[in-house]
């Protein structure tokens, strides 16, 4: 059983940059891969980046490609989701997400069937 923490988001201005950070406790962290995936009020939780297992290859939705850098620290059971240029439509609860089988290429984005979850962590972007 893998828990899962998220720390950091809140609010910011749009145009701003926050970080979020996940702990993960339990199984073997580098043997998942990570993701993070996100859920608007009344909209469908969405896929927004993911990595791999040794981190050398992410994945990014469309919508956040080119703001978003998703990175981890298998030494310290880490990852991270660095937002810039935030938007008023990125406002929404960010979750943290493990699995042991492949995510987040183009056909691997449903959040449905993924094994761990956090309990997410609100980004409110203002304008």
């Known amino acids: 059983q893998v828990h899962l923490a998220e720390s950091g988001g809140g609010e910011v201005q749009a145009g701003g940059s926050l970080r979020l950070s996940c702990l993960a406790s339990g199984g073997t962290f580098h043997s998942n891969y990570m993701g993070w995936f996100r859920q608007a009020q009344g909209k469908e939780r969405e896929f927004v980046a993911a990595?791999?297992?040794?981190?050398?290859?992410?994945y990014y939705a469309e919508s956040v490609k080119g703001r978003f850098t998703i990175s981890r620290d298998n030494a310290k059971n880490m990852v991270y989701l660095q937002m810039n240029s935030l938007k008023d439509e990125d406002t929404a609860v960010y979750y943290c997400?493990?699995?042991?089988?492949?995510?987040?290429?183009?056909?691997?984005?449903?959040?449905?069937?993924?094994?761990?979850w956090g309990k997410g962590r609100l980004v409110t972007v203002s304008s």
């Open positions: 990595i791999e297992r040794n981190g050398d290859t992410t």
């Open positions: 997400v493990a699995d042991p089988r492949p995510f987040g290429s183009t056909s691997y984005r449903s959040p449905y069937g993924l094994d761990f």
